[in-house]
């Protein structure tokens, strides 16, 4: 099966009142794990790369697992995402690889941790759209900044979505997908105290407007995976998520994309570090490699139940680039 254009399993999602994990990758196992979670689940499943992962597996290397992903797992409706593309020069790039959706953060300056104004955000987001939309390709834009800065990403203050701001937004830049800002942030540290979102905004904006919207910085952070990562030599005090309870309220009120990136770095980390302390004399990069494989599967087969997207991977016949391309013509 070819990949998937994200717009239509995030539009299949919003059908039917479930929300579908966005999980990043770096590397191999990291692609071999999400696929056995989604084949476990029978999930639809977004696989998204930053500009920071593009640049650690040179580009080339990363399209190509994905292309393996995609013909191991033909069953499976498959979107490889751009997460947090901040120029029109790095979406070409993107699509030239493959991707079927790319993410422009135009609410953010090229540098990544300055916010932009207004005028700024809609003028690269709609060179984006109308580039993207001539191959078919989805694309997700951002109103509001969060908090928090993760590979390389977040403006380190956070700044809520205006709802109208938002209808005004998506009707200026003709995008796909709406990610707002209502209280994450990237990282492991997202709250000081309560966890407090504002879900009176995410109401108002999806009153608002017609098409999908997306939580960044929606990791949950588990305990238990921070103290496992403590306990075999972390040292990452305070840590903190949004709860599941949360996610799952949101989902309910309109959001179809969840990004999920802060989890699976833990899962990983907590897994390798054990066979590290536990079974010192190993050095085959597969035997900590695999557990940590291993480890990330069970995380997101979780997450995958949890939003709901579990079973829905044959609700419908998957779209191409090429069909994307006749509809948006």
């Known amino acids: 099966m070819p990949l998937t254009p994200m717009k239509q399993i995030l539009d299949e999602a919003r059908?039917?009142?479930?929300?579908?994990?966005?999980?990043?990758?770096?590397?191999?196992?990291?692609?071999?794990?999400?696929?056995?979670?989604?084949?476990?689940?029978?999930?639809?499943?977004?696989?998204?790369?930053s500009r920071g992962a593009l640049k650690y597996s040179n580009f080339t290397y990363l399209?190509?697992?994905?292309?393996?992903?995609?013909?191991?797992?033909?069953?499976?409706?498959?979107?490889?995402?751009?997460?947090?593309?901040?120029?029109?020069?790095?979406?070409?790039?993107s699509i030239a690889l493959g991707?079927?959706?790319?993410?422009?953060?135009?609410?953010?300056?090229?540098?990544?941790?300055?916010?932009s104004d207004y005028a700024y955000?809609?003028?690269?987001?709609?060179?984006?759209?109308e580039y993207a939309h001539g191959y078919g390709v989805t694309v997700e834009g951002e109103i509001g900044t969060l908090g928090g800065i993760e590979d390389g990403v977040g403006s380190g203050s956070i700044?809520?979505?205006?709802?109208?701001?938002?209808?005004?937004?998506?009707?200026?830049?003709?995008?796909?997908?709406?990610?707002?800002?209502?209280?994450?942030?990237?990282?492991?540290?997202?709250?000081?105290?309560?966890?407090?979102?504002?879900?009176d905004v995410l109401k108002e904006v999806r009153a608002l407007i017609d098409i999908p919207l997306v939580l960044h910085g929606a990791s949950s952070v588990p305990k238990e995976l921070i103290d496992a990562?403590?306990?075999?030599g972390g040292k990452m005090p305070g840590a903190t998520g949004v709860p599941m309870s949360s996610l799952k309220e949101a989902i309910k009120l309109g959001v179809s994309k969840i990004n999920v990136d802060t989890d699976g770095r833990l899962a990983v980390t907590a897994a390798i570090r054990k066979v590290f302390a536990e079974s010192p004399e190993k050095f085959d990069p597969?035997?900590?490699?695999?557990?940590?494989r291993d480890t990330l599967t069970e995380l997101i087969a979780k997450k995958m139940e949890d939003?709901?997207?579990?079973?829905?991977?044959?609700?419908?016949?998957?779209?191409?680039?090429?069909?994307?391309?006749?509809?948006?013509?």
């Open 159 to 199: 700044h809520i979505t205006d709802p109208k701001e938002a209808k005004k937004f998506v009707d200026d830049t003709g995008l796909d997908a709406l990610a707002i800002a209502i209280g994450t942030s990237h990282g492991a540290y997202k709250f000081k105290g309560a966890v407090n979102l504002a879900l």
């Open 229 to 232: 990562v403590n306990k075999y």
């Open 63 to 93: 399209k190509h697992l994905m292309i393996a992903a995609a013909e191991e797992n033909p069953t499976i409706p498959l979107s490889m995402h751009l997460d947090h593309g901040n120029s029109l020069d790095t979406v070409k790039k």
């Open 15 to 49: 059908k039917k009142g479930y929300g579908v994990g966005a999980y990043n990758v770096n590397n191999m196992e990291q692609i071999q794990a999400i696929m056995a979670a989604a084949q476990k689940t029978q999930s639809p499943v977004i696989i998204q790369a």
């Open 286 to 292: 597969r035997d900590y490699l695999g557990p940590a």
């Open 121 to 129: 955000n809609v003028a690269v987001t709609r060179s984006v759209v």
């Open 307 to 329: 939003f709901g997207t579990a079973g829905h991977a044959s609700d419908y016949k998957p779209t191409t680039l090429e069909e994307a391309k006749r509809f948006y013509k």
């Open 99 to 115: 991707f079927t959706s790319v993410m422009i953060d135009g609410s953010l300056k090229e540098d990544g941790k300055t916010a």
